[in-house]
């Protein structure tokens, strides 16, 4: 019951702050409405097809808030490596609120275990992000041998860098159709083909796309023949995906032998919790068995990540 009652209050806070804040801003809020109205709906359309949306938030306070900070700009810079169409504040919402449930829904079993659901829903965004970021580098260097071989071809039958790497961008799906379609868009625009090509390195960064990028500035700079400089690049590539599955059938083992072992811990927990409760009773209703528990699931986590960083190799 008292745990229901926080959520309410802490709901209720956030709904208040809103409400005084509209009444506030009520004059300036209808200013903003009639100048809308009076311009147009298709005005205002064509007007953000047209400019990058630079807001971190929706909402003005927070936008004003997470403008100029440089955890602002290493948030957004992990969305964008993600691919990610999160704002800024739309993370750190998403951030606060799990943080905020997990305090509330773990308060019962002590104080310090309430702490730990807190950290964790805190982080469990950022985990999310770092997944879909290694999803999206995948997905990346699996496509871009096939980028690569179509860049070649398309030179050979005449056509410029620049007009390759855009064919690239229109024939082949996301997420390296995107960001070759981003580097002929940014140069196309202004942006010096150097800088451009160095911000698509940013973004993926990944040593693939690090190679095709100093493949292509050092070309620019000495010359060669560009084909067979993609053409060896592609191969490599291939060779080191190759290279990268035979290390992953060699190291299933010990990764499914990392898993078994933290799963055991949680299916004998979860055997002795249906045959008999009573057993498992000290650990929820004293103070010692619920810091007991706290430790074992970080210890846990600790021992399933530690197994894993030692079952992966990078090239």
């Not at 860049?151 to 799906?173: P, W």
């Amino acid at each position: 019951m008292q745990t229901t009652l926080l959520f309410f209050v802490f709901f209720g806070t956030i709904l208040v702050m809103l409400g005084v804040y509209v009444v506030l801003n009520q004059r300036r809020l209808e200013a903003a409405a009639a100048l809308r109205s009076r311009i147009g709906v298709r005005t205002a359309t064509a007007h953000q097809d047209i400019l990058r949306d630079t807001r971190k938030s929706t909402v003005p306070m927070l936008d004003r808030l997470l403008t100029g900070r440089a955890f602002t700009l290493v948030v957004e810079r992990a969305l964008e490596r993600a691919g990610s169409r999160w704002t800024v504040g739309e993370f750190v919402i998403a951030s606060a609120l799990l943080a905020s449930l997990g305090l509330l829904l773990v308060q019962p079993f002590g104080v310090w275990a309430a702490l730990a659901a807190a950290l964790s829903g805190l982080l469990l965004p950022a985990a999310l992000l770092q997944l879909q970021r290694r999803r999206r580098v995948a997905r990346i260097e699996a496509q871009l041998p096939e980028a690569l071989d179509m860049i070649v071809n398309a030179m050979r039958a005449g056509f410029s860098v620049q007009a390759a790497m855009k064919f690239v961008g229109e024939e082949m799906t996301d997420p390296i159709g995107e960001e070759f379609t981003t580097f002929y868009d940014e140069q196309r625009l202004g942006l010096d083909v150097r800088d451009a090509l160095l911000a698509m390195q940013d973004r993926v960064d990944t040593v693939d796309v690090r190679m095709f990028v100093t493949s292509l500035l050092i070309q620019r700079e000495t010359g060669g023949n560009m084909g067979e400089i993609l053409t060896g690049l592609s191969m490599l590539i291939r060779d080191r995906a190759a290279l990268r599955d035979q290390i992953d059938i060699l190291t299933a083992e010990p990764k499914l032998t990392g898993n078994a072992l933290a799963a055991l811990p949680l299916l004998a927990f979860a055997v002795i919790m249906v045959l008999d409760r009573s057993i498992m009773a000290p650990m929820f209703e004293t103070e010692l068995g619920r810091y007991t528990l706290t430790f074992a699931v970080g210890a846990l986590l600790v021992g399933f990540v530690a197994i894993r960083q030692i079952a992966r190799i990078d090239l």
